[in-house]
């Protein structure tokens, strides 16, 4: 019987988690999060010297390992799987977090802008998910099942007013995708979910925070951007056993934003 006690529910504590793009943003928040509360936790980033300085940082709090790779291309991928193995047999949580952006008004969105984000944001998920399945599934069981978490955007749900189109396209294939693994591997102990945040301070959104923050605050029901802990919150969440049961869900974590018109 599952002990229904809050901090065996919530607990990470010895789960072995690989997040990509983990060196800053988003992926950082994920991954220290996970750190701070006993899991072990491979980070990946295309900067190898900003990689090994966020291992070094947070290796003093708790286990983390940096493996760079640039997960664009197979040779990248294939380094990091490669290089995972010869750490560990199975892995309990991939969090496939690595993603770019691109602007540029629809008419005049160039065709590299737009390979760039497919390559970046989409075919890294399917393919190393597909890589790692078998380190998922030497982890997974029904009732503690590995988990795969997706992290989206919420403009993969509503139409951004920023002219950023094809990313948004790239993310809501994140969020299908998702679906799709979800139903495909849970009969296997694997669950995927997806989280589909709002505004963070990242360097992704940091040109944009820096002009209009204020703005983006004022449009959003909670009047705030996202902080650390509403990131590493959900995504601990969908990794414990408390989240055991989600399957094929996409989790929007934006205050409410999503549900606006505006920005």
Same mark, same amino acid.
């Given at each position: 019987?599952?002990?229904?006690?809050?901090?065996?529910? !919530?607990? /990470?504590?010895?789960?072995?988690? +690989?997040?990509?793009?983990?060196?800053?943003?988003?992926?950082?928040?994920?991954?220290?999060?996970?750190?701070?509360?006993?899991?072990? /936790?491979?980070?990946?980033?295309?900067?190898?010297?900003?990689?090994?300085?966020?291992?070094?940082?947070?290796?003093?709090?708790?286990?983390?390992?940096? #493996?760079?790779?640039?997960?664009?291309?197979?040779?990248?991928?294939?380094?990091?799987?490669?290089? +995972?193995?010869?750490?560990?047999?199975?892995?309990?949580?991939?969090?496939?977090?690595?993603?770019?952006?691109?602007?540029?008004?629809?008419?005049?969105?160039?065709?590299?802008?737009?390979?760039?984000?497919?390559?970046?944001?989409?075919?890294?998920?399917?393919?190393?998910?597909?890589?790692?399945?078998?380190?998922?599934?030497?982890?997974?069981?029904?009732?503690?099942?590995?988990?795969? #978490?997706? /992290?989206?955007?919420?403009?993969? #749900?509503?139409?951004?007013?920023?002219?950023?189109?094809?990313?948004?396209?790239?993310?809501?294939?994140?969020?299908? +995708?998702?679906?799709?693994?979800? /139903?495909?591997?849970?009969?296997?102990? #694997?669950?995927?979910?997806?989280?589909?945040?709002?505004?963070?301070?990242?360097?992704?959104?940091?040109?944009?925070?820096?002009?209009?923050?204020?703005?983006?605050?004022?449009?959003?029901?909670?009047?705030?951007?996202?902080?650390?802990?509403?990131?590493?919150?959900?995504?601990? !969440?969908?990794?414990?056993?408390?989240?055991? !049961?989600?399957?094929?869900?996409?989790?929007?974590?934006?205050?409410?934003?999503?549900?606006?018109?505006?920005?």
């Amino acid at each position: 019987m599952t002990n229904l006690q809050v901090e065996n529910l !919530f607990s /990470v504590k010895g789960k072995t988690v +690989l997040v990509t793009g983990g060196s800053r943003g988003i992926g950082l928040m994920i991954a220290s999060t996970f750190v701070k509360n006993g899991a072990k /936790v491979y980070i990946s980033s295309r900067n190898a010297e900003v990689c090994q300085a966020v291992e070094k940082e947070l290796s003093q709090i708790g286990d983390c390992v940096a #493996i760079p790779a640039d997960l664009s291309d197979s040779e990248g991928r294939a380094k990091l799987v490669a290089t +995972l193995k010869s750490h560990e047999e199975k892995l309990d949580v991939l969090i496939n977090n690595a993603g770019a952006n691109w602007s540029a008004p629809f008419k005049e969105y160039p065709e590299h802008g737009y390979d760039k984000l497919m390559a970046i944001n989409v075919k890294p998920i399917f393919y190393l998910t597909q890589d790692l399945m078998s380190m998922l599934e030497s982890a997974a069981t029904l009732e503690t099942p590995a988990r795969v #978490i997706n /992290v989206g955007s919420i403009d993969g #749900i509503r139409v951004s007013t920023i002219d950023n189109s094809a990313y948004g396209m790239t993310k809501a294939a994140v969020h299908h +995708l998702t679906k799709i693994l979800a /139903v495909k591997f849970a009969g296997k102990g #694997i669950t995927c979910n997806a989280i589909a945040p709002g505004p963070f301070p990242s360097k992704m959104t940091k040109s944009m925070l820096d002009n209009v923050q204020p703005m983006i605050e004022k449009a959003n029901p909670m009047r705030r951007i996202g902080q650390p802990g509403d990131m590493g919150g959900i995504a601990v !969440f969908l990794a414990s056993q408390a989240g055991s !049961f989600c399957n094929g869900t996409v989790i929007p974590v934006d205050g409410g934003m999503h549900l606006m018109a505006a920005m």
